[in-house]
């Protein structure tokens, strides 16, 4: 039954040896890899706005296109960094890998913390974002945002755990729709403008607007809101061993490819919104806007764009559907979390990590009613410092083993790692106050968690590895068993057991504890009945705590054997079919085996006597 | 830590053989059997105006007193009847007992099912009624109504678990007040008017009120709301293994003082009211308003008695606690419920039917709300049933046996029998639309369930009894045990399972399954430097269900047995001192172990193997 539910919602189990073919192509890679960094362009410029027109009026498209500008140049630093790791790492570079091999484990788990709580904002900001331009449509779905949130990511989590081929068809086509929709947007608005020399009308409410100063602060803030268009870039490099082989020459070309997109649409974007002195309006993105100003408010082509705008950014998710558990399955390999965050499931993906993403993200989305400004700014702190670690990782790389071209590409590295190092500082300063240092703390809280992970493997596996001379573990056989066998009353199920205990050839004592003078007298004389020459052992339970009794009794026992012998406890158990029927039955043998197990000595054995109805 | 925890709830153990001391003497056993018939009187004759005011006026009071001169001949003989009842059945005389010995098995699971959904209704609608009276002293309380009725029960609870002489103590004392309390307010009250011939005021709004006819259908309501009255005392037959040797005479006792009182302060109290000439007015009881008119409004003793009132509503749900659990433990021994409602807590009392009586009741009270008047309506239904058919079964006894002065005995019962049948029927009717109807279908469900269990019981006794030529059961000595060592890596656990499993000198199987190459190779290479003779069957898991796997090889290794030969498992299992590392570790052992003792010729061993922190 659940084994049917399960197939059906995820579909049948897949083979191991069937993990090749579920990897992608360059095709299908793109649009699943990149939808985190396309969707971010949508919201980029907006972003970079917001802080601009209040002060700068009309100057502000002017200061937008610098801006822009600095941040396409720190979009191509940071393409060609990655170009260089994508070579040097070919089982996957994330930064966790990249920065715990040059810098050591502490800067590895930083970027790793970094990276995941990133992973986990973008599943609750991009599904909340997508929900909003849901209800934006519908608005009678108003009141229940958050439960479609939920189902939102509930989709999305099923979708992945059906496996990453199938996912590649499901996520990857929607975005290629939202590609070549933008890029027919932004071809268009420039063809009307500069081939059809449409002018286009000035925005009034600029025109009259007073202006201020251009300072440092105002062009800072402004950038690293900006830098959002970055996010989503690194899951390339991780993602390596999802491609088919030769996959780190398909993840490099998928990595250009992204990055041409994200220049082209962002840039795209920054000129039609300058064009056509697009203002902020709370209740239509910038990119309507621009739909709008190109195609007209009511045509086709206006709610297209709204539509796949909305698409997107409830598939930017999957991004970090990739992603997260990827990470967790290369940090479950290395001890600093749960082993069973490395098992593939039936479907070949790391379910545990998809699982685990769907419960985090979906808590907070109930924690934060679904309120996406108020999750904004942890946003993209993480990634900037990932960036930096990893690209500081591959400089010290170059600068350590000097062979190649290491001098050109220590140079490339070590201005990205500066780069984003500076990005890092401008963006946590700025948004500090409005949550980034939450994630300051969140951060070292995390190192510290996987570091006592790792402190508890390492201790299991000490106390588990047979030493060199492991061979003398082996003992002779000892002579004699000592087996103790536990009766309430004689019947089938202990006589059972009993026949069991026997051809174990030991030393048995059949051990009773007396609760009632009666039953114990009538199980005195079955017992003689029985013609067996063990003896019954009777001990008193005075306070009625049978199980207590029970077990002072088995570990004083134990502690009477000589070393390296074994107490063997032989617990006779019927087992009743129906699962009810086991309210109506003590639960004793679960609850010793239990208490047992913790006694070093003791080897538990459960005899079952199956009950027909 | 949590031993602790419940010696200071309920205090420390106590023997068994302490039994005897933990019972009651007359003066304690009369408070703790008490409280729920006397608090109810203190409503009763409300019930009763409340019917007949709107309807009467002032032709009220004479009705009044010719009702509940019926309810107080009613009494008489249910009181008859019990003595005798008490006579017949020394180790408690339930409705249970007494049915089901003279009428037959679903006679007395009808009375055991009624009398069971009243307990829970006591408790419900009495700590209702008394967070009423502590709501009215304390207004602020009242939006926290439903959790100051969960407070309430649960102290209860605890008292009941901390065991019976403790509770008459604390249960014992406040009943004891009110009786005083309430005894002198009518002495007081009949003093005043009959021998300082002060003369009450007459009531100016019955003086006005149109009057209208004496109906049989509005004596009868009238009658069918009075009888709350008698709830309540049932409970000193039920209870008579509570009392100390000789027990039957003190429970005779008892019922002797409790009809006294009951009728004392019931006929005290309708009189009053009419002498007052008291009126309905929902924000003051009859009670209260005859305490006013007595000792003035502003006095001590009104407020007296409306705090005695509460406390005493409160306590009268402690009646059910003592019944309901010693009811079920009969049950139980019976074998009508869980076996689990007969054995005795720490302290002696029936903690598992006590904490059920706090989950039901809460339940109740959380759905109802808090609202008592819509669960008033379901009682007492229950109880008349049960009168009923106790009565019936003693009638029979005495017909079918004829010994003794029969005669005289057959008649009381008969009567009894007669006038609490026809008392059913008419509650039964004109509360049926008000939620009656509801018991009338719980009580069938209720006795098709205890059959049901019943009939598990019996067939696990069939499959578990050894039949006449039990010693054949006992078998010869098979020549070898089959053992499978299911191993994963090879380490300390693993070796320290396989010298156990040596000592058991039979055919060792070493088992692995495998889902990844490398570390199969590895294990390989591992298990031949252990250089022992035991074969290494390795399996592929292909889906990595490794589970799944190993459990059909264990099942297909079963099957290959001969008859009344065992297969048997060896399970390492590392031991973690603290628990939550278990999440860092695969719970395999015990899901696998839960499984496999389900199979019938399978034996389970767990060898531990502690890890040092």
């Known amino acids: 039954m659940r084994k049917k539910l399960k197939s059906l919602l995820i579909g049948q189990a897949l083979k191991s040896t069937e993990s090749e073919s579920q990897k992608f192509n360059v095709f299908w890679g793109l649009p699943i890899l990149s939808s985190d960094a396309i969707s971010s362009v949508a919201y980029a410029s907006e972003e970079i706005l917001i802080v601009l ?101 509930s989709l999305l989590t099923l979708g992945n755990l059906r496996g990453i081929r199938e996912s590649s068809h499901l996520f990857g086509t929607p975005t290629y729709l939202f590609i070549v929709s933008i890029v027919f947007m932004i071809a268009a608005g420039l063809f009307k403008v500069f081939v059809l020399k449409e002018t286009p009308q000035p925005n009034p409410q600029l025109m009259r607007q007073q202006v201020g100063d251009v300072t440092t602060f105002l062009i800072l803030h402004a950038f690293s809101s900006g830098c959002t268009a970055l996010t989503g870039i690194e899951a390339v490099s991780n993602g390596i061993p999802s491609f088919r082989e030769p996959s780190q020459k398909r993840a490099k070309a998928v990595l250009a490819l992204l990055s041409g997109l994200v220049l082209i649409i962002f840039l795209g974007v920054c000129s039609l919104a300058s064009v056509y002195q697009v203002g902020y309006d709370p209740d239509r993105t910038v990119v309507a806007q621009i739909a709008q100003s190109v195609f007209g408010r009511n045509s086709f082509m206006f709610y297209e764009i709204q539509f796949v705008t909305a698409l997107i950014l409830s598939l930017a998710a999957n991004t970090a559907f990739t992603g997260l558990p990827l990470l967790l399955s290369i940090l479950a390999k290395d001890g600093f979390v749960a082993r069973s965050f490395a098992s593939r499931g039936a479907r070949l993906s790391f379910s545990n990590g998809i699982i685990l993403l769907y419960v985090l ?13 108020l999750l904004i700014p942890l946003y993209s702190v993480g990634v900037f410092i990932s960036f930096t670690l990893s690209q500081s990782g591959m400089f010290k790389k170059w600068m350590t083993h000097r062979t190649g071209h290491w001098k050109h590409k220590a140079f490339i590295n070590g201005f990205g790692a500066l780069a984003t190092a500076v990005t ?99 199980l005195k004389r079955q017992y003689a009945q029985l013609n067996v020459s063990f003896p019954l052992v009777i001990e008193e339970a005075p306070y009625r705590n049978v199980n207590e009794v029970l077990l002072s009794h088995v570990d004083g026992r134990q502690r009477g054997l000589k070393e390296h012998q074994m107490l063997t406890v032989v617990l006779p158990q019927f087992v009743i079919p129906k699962w009810w029927h086991n309210l109506l039955h003590n639960q004793t043998s679960l609850r010793l085996k239990s208490s047992m197990v913790k006694m070093r000595n003791v080897a538990v054995i459960t005899i079952p006597y199956i009950i027909n109805e």
């Open 361 to 373: 993200a979906s808590v907070l989305v109930i924690a934060f009613q679904g309120e996406t400004h």
């Open 53 to 153: 027109l209040p002060v700068l009026g009309l100057a502000s498209y002017k200061a937008m296109m610098g801006i822009a500008g600095a941040i396409v140049g720190l979009l191509l630093i940071v393409m060609f960094s990655y170009r260089q790791i994508i070579d040097c790492y070919p089982l996957g570079g994330g930064s966790y890998s990249v920065a715990s091999d040059n810098l050591g484990r502490i800067p590895g788990l930083v970027a790793a913390a970094s990276l995941s709580i990133d992973y986990v904002l973008t599943v609750a900001v991009s599904a909340t974002a997508g929900t909003a331009a849901i209800t934006s449509a519908f608005p009678a779905l108003l009141p229940h945002r958050v439960g479609v949130t939920l189902f939102l990511i």
């Open 424 to 522: 890092s500082v401008v963006i946590a300063e700025n948004k500090f106050r409005d949550g980034a240092w939450l994630v300051l703390i969140l951060i070292p809280l995390l190192v510290w968690l996987m570091l006592t992970i790792r402190r508890h493997y390492d201790r299991v596996r000490d106390n588990l590895v047979i030493p060199e001379n492991g061979k003398e573990l082996i003992l002779s056989r000892p002579t004699k068993n000592y087996v103790v066998l536990p009766v309430q009353s004689i019947n089938k199920s202990f006589v059972k057991a009993l026949n069991y205990a026997m051809t174990l050839g030991g030393v048995i004592e059949v051990y009773h504890i007396s609760t009632d003078q009666e039953q114990t007298d009538r």
